[in-house]
């Protein structure tokens, strides 16, 4: 079993900052890549930003140059610090990951999800 934990969810007005965390538990081998969606109220979820186990970064075009998605690899976590937040980015943040255990099995894991809210 493999346990997703997301933190630092909240409210901020809209040029803030927030930083999220997501930290996996459980029988871990290894994760490979880590990520970062949202899903704003009727809308379908979107990838935000991911990372690989080698470190290398994806961006959603929206967020470039404004969120940095990082990872701790032996905390086994994943951060996205989110700076000049827009109004339009509220949604539930959640993160996903894919851990590997010792016998090479492979899983895709959910954070339970952290609202993010952006007042104008």
């Known amino acids: 079993q493999v346990q997703l934990v997301e933190s630092g969810g909240g409210m901020v007005q809209a040029g803030g900052s927030l930083k999220l965390s997501c930290a996996a538990s459980g029988t871990i081998f290894s994760i490979k890549s880590m990520g970062w969606y949202r899903q704003a109220p009727q809308k379908e979820r979107e990838l935000v930003a991911g990372i690989t186990s080698g470190g290398s970064t994806n961006y959603a075009d929206s967020v470039k140059g404004r969120f940095t998605i990082s990872r701790d690899n032996a905390k086994n976590t994943v951060y996205l610090q989110m700076n000049s937040l827009k109004p339009e980015e509220t949604a539930v943040y959640y993160c996903?990951?894919?851990?590997?255990?010792?016998?090479?099995?492979?899983?895709?894991?959910w954070g339970q999800g952290t609202q993010v809210t952006v007042s104008s």
């Open positions: 996903r990951m894919s851990p590997v255990d010792s016998l090479g099995r492979q899983r895709d894991d």
